[in-house]
């Protein structure tokens, strides 16, 4: 790859990102692009306090994810996880609807620790990516809590108890964003600095939208890099995984990487979208038809890959 | 046991404890006393917040003893415990000085999520009891915060950083227990009801003080219970476990069963000392020398007797 890294490592990268499709695109990422020139800002309006502990469940499948710890069969949490500690809760009447597996809950409780000793999210971060043996920036979008609201017909849920307890099945009626979050300085300085954007296949309206919410990077967003490009979360009409196909029907919307695309507006100079919706996406930005899904290792390089040039072949 | 039962069924006995000689005792206490009398009030002087979690170490070891799940090799903890998640906090740089269990994280959650919730730490406490199939009541001594801090020659410490943390090494000047602590309405009740009150061989300064120091215990011991009767932590000269030999002498007071019942002072109607101490303890109240080391549930059940036997003729 180092003749790959030489192409490309005068830009400077950053990689918006949610959960599993956030996480799988940073890792291809991190394979083509040297750790000085990417970083990764993710979302944390799907952070909650659990059990007194502070849970960021998108920094941890990133983090599991470019370490190489990550759990493939579920999505989430870690490799070679066991469930004594869960199991005992159930025993004992606690709640268990959140699986929290043995080696999990290690991060959560020395993120805890760490953030009760005065550190910021983002040092704690960094703490812990140093820890797991990776190389490249990853932020948290804020050192605020964000929490992301889900107005439905159950009532107004925490994120958690709509997309875990409840599995995203209440109809939802809105999403609410705080409205005063600022974004870090760290993320801030990475904004300022970069020359391309890639927008992971991440819900739009429950993982990007938060970050975009976050002040002030919607506005350096528009103002800054060379060229925002985004990749369609949505293939052959459903989402990939998790609730983006169901938001956009219940928002009205067409369940199409055109909708997805329109959603963003005009933040995007250009838009991937996945080869099972070849001539399905008429937009008037530029257009790449891709093969998007990353079952792969090899997967996530060649879209990555793919992302990158492309990006940087609009900022010329 | 049902005829021992019939005996003393007419009288309600409290049980005073700390860690493990308290939950020992305890155990003896709650083989031969039907449930509805007898009530175990314990310390909750050394509980603290690690992790985001409300850790009480006390109760955490009585109620594992009475339901049988104690690990009885390291003497505190649950029995066919694993140590995935402390380790794996361990391998990122989490603090590892307090060995976590997978199976006692268990209680530690569930105490913070119901705590959170909003119940007290008694019905906290009640939930995990009837969970862990504990018919007897186990009462902390107090719903409120109660931390014992420990003035040493490396500053004043909190418990759990003086106990565990630097391994009661630190010479100790003085214990400051809070002043404004309340018991629970059920620890009241429980005492106004109590006809025997037996102090367990706990810490007299670190786990039985706590107890006496939280408002109105020491009254209403003073006013109500027809016998008080203490065991001596101290035997052959020294503590059976833990600090209590350490901090006699570093107080300045001799080692031994007389200091110990001299310091409980006026509130004891009766003192049990152990054989290896025959002719050395000269008090003026009664006192029994009994075989006071409670290897086996036996002797547990042995030494629970005696002493119930031992206040009831006190008492009459």
Redesign the interface.
């Known amino acids: 790859m180092s003749d790959q890294h030489a192409d490309f490592s005068r830009y400077n990268f950053v990689c918006l990102a949610g959960g599993v499709g956030g996480a799988k695109l940073a890792d291809g990422l991190v394979r083509i692009l040297p750790p000085e020139n990417l970083t990764v800002i993710v979302n944390t309006g799907d952070d909650f306090?659990?059990?007194?502990?502070?849970i960021c469940p998108d920094l941890d499948t990133v983090m599991y994810t470019l370490a190489g710890v990550a759990n493939v069969e579920t999505g989430w949490g870690r490799a070679g996880e066991?469930w004594?500690?869960?199991?005992?809760?159930s025993?004992?009447?606690?709640?268990d609807w959140f699986r929290l597996g043995?080696?999990d809950?290690?991060?959560h409780?020395?993120r805890?620790?760490?953030l009760?000793e005065g550190k910021t999210l983002t040092a704690v971060t960094r703490?812990?990516c140093q820890?797991?043996g990776i190389k490249t920036a990853v932020l948290p979008m804020s050192n605020q809590p964000a929490p992301t609201l889900i107005d439905t017909d159950d009532g107004l849920l925490p994120f958690q108890t709509w997309f875990v307890q409840k599995q995203w099945q209440p109809v939802v009626r809105a999403i609410q964003l705080p409205t005063d979050v600022r974004a870090s300085l760290s993320v801030m300085t990475a904004l300022e600095k970069a020359d391309f954007v890639l927008i992971a296949p991440s819900n739009p309206f429950v993982s990007v939208d938060p970050i975009l919410n976050t002040y002030p990077i919607r506005a350096l967003l528009t103002d800054l890099p060379r060229a925002i490009v985004a990749v369609s979360p949505i293939v052959g009409g459903e989402a990939v995984k998790g609730p983006a196909a169901k938001l956009l029907r219940e928002k009205g919307m067409e369940v199409s990487g055109t909708a997805v695309a329109n959603y963003y507006g005009d933040l995007l100079d250009g838009f991937v979208y996945d080869q099972q919706d070849a001539n399905t996406v008429h937009l008037d930005i530029p257009t790449r038809c891709l093969d998007t899904m990353m079952h792969t290792a090899d997967d996530r390089i060649r879209l990555a890959w793919q992302m990158v040039e492309f990006a940087v072949e609009l900022g010329n």
């Open positions: 306090q659990h059990f007194g502990l502070t066991s004594r500690t869960i199991n005992a809760v025993e004992l009447g606690g709640a043995d080696l809950l290690a991060t409780l020395t805890t620790q760490l009760a703490h812990l820890r797991l």
